[in-house]
């Protein structure tokens, strides 16, 4: 059997194991310490735009938090992109919250503004305006960013920026994860970088983050004694953890390179493959490529390849299954224009991760033209 290529595996940089190292021999192993500052300031500096970053135990977590901070309540409604990892919805319903789903448009795969705003009027017009508006860099793709600002200015609602698979990208030159009302980060193991796991809020407001932080620590109230006045989490990311995205944040710029590369690989390769087709870059975005994606013409090819490459030991994956299509939130109310489940039917994810060699990725090559070759 030929070694498994995977679809986006950890790639380290070396200089992990000397933060590990030097948490362990100052003992700052626990859930704060230089290494959790450190990670914190190298994220905002890389960010800009004066962020404040709260690093935590997960995206998912800090999707959590970022919508009890912007005061999501059991029975409210909130905006989620369908079209997206269901790690993006399902903290609405740990709060008891309603998710109400909206499809994507053409041309970033990403939440349609058109359709947000009819589902926002929709949602106003029942009495329920909803609280926040999930939107998603999917695959590094950066969403709509204006057009879904001015949807959201306009109805003044907040917006929860999930830039898990967006780290390195840019719209109108600034970086994807500044945009939100709050934004998030994810550095899981399959990320463009990785703490094993892990996560970040990030926030331009500095009693915001302390106020994340606050949370993702038991909320402890200012006494010698353990006194909460509030619910808490245990959210925070450890020491040991923030050094291995020390060691990441040295690496980061090379792994969107590398990335963006082998979509520009894939690109030449398939010039002539007129069934396979690419997300182009629209102009004023950047994408770090986080995993190529190609569209083909129907459901059976598109599972014709996956099966063919996963037989040579290639993983692929169809692109994410739509939130509103999931057994899961079969009852929320979702606005739909049938985009979002093309995508799913016809799409496949490559192996794209930072760590793939030449001989890696003409090993993928020669499986998708042989595949079409034959077929
Ligand atoms: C990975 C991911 C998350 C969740 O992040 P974790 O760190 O795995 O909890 C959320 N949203 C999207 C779009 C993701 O890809």
């Not at 599972?303 to 993983?315: A, M, P, T, V």
Request: with cysteine; net charge neutral; glycine share 8%.
């Amino acid at each position: 059997m030929n070694k498994k290529i995977w679809l986006s595996s950890p790639h380290m940089s070396g200089k992990e194991q000397f933060y590990i190292k030097e948490a362990f021999e100052a003992n700052w192993v626990a859930p704060l310490g230089p290494n959790v500052n450190g990670f914190e300031n190298e994220l905002e500096a890389y960010l800009g735009r004066d962020m404040n970053v709260a690093a935590l135990a997960s995206g998912t977590s800090a999707l959590h938090l970022g919508l009890i901070l912007l005061g999501v309540k059991n029975g409210d409604e909130v905006i989620c992109q369908s079209k997206t990892f269901s790690a993006s919805a399902n903290p609405i319903t740990y709060l008891g919250a309603i998710p109400i789903f909206v499809d994507s448009e053409k041309d970033t795969w990403n939440l349609c503004p058109e359709q947000l705003e009819l589902a926002v009027k929709d949602r106003i017009s029942k009495g329920k305006k909803p609280k926040a508006i999930i939107a998603v860099h999917l695959y590094g793709m950066p969403y709509k960013v204006d057009e879904i600002r001015e949807v959201a200015d306009k109805y003044e609602i907040p917006i929860l920026e999930d830039s898990a698979e967006s780290l390195g990208s840019t719209y109108k030159g600034v970086k994807c994860g500044t945009f939100g009302d709050i934004a998030i980060l994810s550095f899981n193991g399959n990320k463009i970088i990785t703490t094993s796991g892990g996560g970040a809020l990030v926030t331009n407001s500095k009693a915001v983050k302390d106020k994340a932080v606050f949370l993702s620590t038991q909320a402890r109230d200012n006494a010698p004694h353990y006194q909460h006045s509030e619910i808490g989490y245990n959210y925070r990311m450890s020491n040991i953890v923030a050094g291995i995205g020390r060691g990441q944040m040295t690496i980061l710029d090379n792994h969107v390179k590398q990335r963006r590369l082998n979509h520009m690989f894939y690109m030449n390769a398939f010039d002539g493959i007129e069934e396979i087709r690419f997300l182009e870059e629209p102009s004023q975005m950047y994408s770090n490529r986080w995993l190529t994606t190609i569209q083909l013409p129907s459901y059976s090819i598109r599972e014709g390849l996956r099966e063919f490459l996963l037989k040579d030991n290639i993983e692929s994956r169809p692109l994410w299954k739509p939130m509103h299509l999931q057994p899961i939130f079969k009852d929320s109310p979702a606005f739909i224009n049938g985009i979002s489940e093309d995508l799913f039917k016809k799409g496949l994810c490559l192996p794209s991760g930072s760590n793939l060699t030449e001989d890696d990725l003409n090993r993928v090559i020669l499986g998708i033209k042989t595949y079409f070759t034959k077929c």
